[in-house]
């Protein structure tokens, strides 16, 4: 059998397939029903320098092939993750890749600085969240993007990978890589919303929520085959990966290693699901290695 494992921005996963922030807890609450240590790692719910409750209910309102939410990034705080949550993901052999918010150039620093000190595998600064910020995500504006990582990436000696948002385009990707990020991961929710039909007012207290599922697979499929063309940096694959087949898609549209999300609402099991189908198609197509099939797509 060929090695499922890759190398993304200076991080060794055991194969490309990662729980999506958010979307599986810490990871060590899915133990009892599968192995998260089989997973090439584990995203952390986006987490503050200060615990924070999230936003008003509702929180989630399902569209057609689709999810919207707005959590708000609900979290416990990283002195709280540090000391109840990365021992557990530790014991069980989880990879870790803790996800980073902040409200400023300075709390992305201070978060990066306290989680990396902390033994964490990597970091990925979320400039992406369209649920806490008005005017839109700080990923949006490249400017603003190269403040962040440049703040992060001088107290962060672990790989650092930067989460974009749909709508930053090439500009802020490149604004990234340039400021040190050891790889992106594209792409985070659209900005979407929906309204009550008996209230006629928007389902949402913020109005805006992020959209996220099979909806949007084929364009974040055209975003990350067009930032992979573009970089030089690894691109990890997120939006809408249900099994192996988008998996695969993303891989040869040129991404490194893939991010499922939604997916593992609807079913727990799917990014095993999906390993286990990758590492099946590896198999019978006798491909020794990720290099062989990585970008297809763009030769
Ligand atoms: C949220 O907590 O609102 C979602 C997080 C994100 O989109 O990064």
């Keep these: 059998m060929g090695d499922m494992g890759v190398v993304v921005g200076g991080l060794r996963l055991k194969n490309p397939v990662v729980a999506a922030a958010g ?26 320098l200060r615990p924070r409750d999230g936003n008003p209910p ?14 708000g990034l609900q979290n416990p705080g990283i002195d709280a993750f540090i000391r109840e949550e990365l021992p557990r993901m530790r014991e069980q052999g989880i990879t ?28 990925e600064i979320n400039v992406s969240c369209p649920n806490v910020s008005r005017g839109g995500p700080v990923g949006e504006d490249a400017r603003r993007t190269a403040r962040v990582v440049r703040r992060a990436r001088r107290v962060c000696p672990v790989p650092l990978w930067v989460k974009l948002p ?13 400021e040190g990020a050891d790889a992106v991961s594209a792409v985070n929710t659209f900005r979407g919303m ?26 974040a499929l055209r975003i990350v085959y067009e930032l992979a063309g573009a970089l030089m940096i690894p691109v ?6 249900d099994d192996w ?3 695969l898609e993303f891989i040869m549209a040129g991404a490194h290693a893939v991010q499922v999300g939604t997916a593992n609402f609807v079913d727990p099991l799917a990014a095993a699901r999906i390993v286990a189908g990758l590492e099946r198609y590896m198999d019978e197509k006798g491909i020794e290695d990720w290099e062989v099939i990585r970008g297809s797509a763009q030769r």
């Design 194 to 219: 929906a309204i009550d039909i008996e209230t006629g007012r928007p389902v949402f207290a913020n109005v805006v929520a992020g959209l996220s599922g099979p909806a949007i697979k084929p364009i």
């Design 236 to 241: 990890v694959g997120i939006g809408g990966i």
């Design 96 to 123: 870790v890749i803790a996800n980073v918010w902040g409200n400023s150039p300075a709390e992305y620093e201070q978060a990066v600085a306290i989680l990396s000190e902390a033994g964490v595998d990597a970091i």
């Design 23 to 48: 979307t599986f807890g810490f990871g060590a609450e899915y133990g009892e029903i599968l192995d998260p240590a089989r997973l090439g790692a584990v995203c952390t719910k986006g987490l503050t």
């Design 245 to 247: 087949r988008d998996a």
């Design 166 to 178: 749909p709508a930053g385009g090439i500009a802020v990707a490149r604004a990234a890589q340039e």
């Design 58 to 71: 509702p929180r989630l309102w399902e569209t057609a092939c689709g999810l919207l939410n707005s959590i």
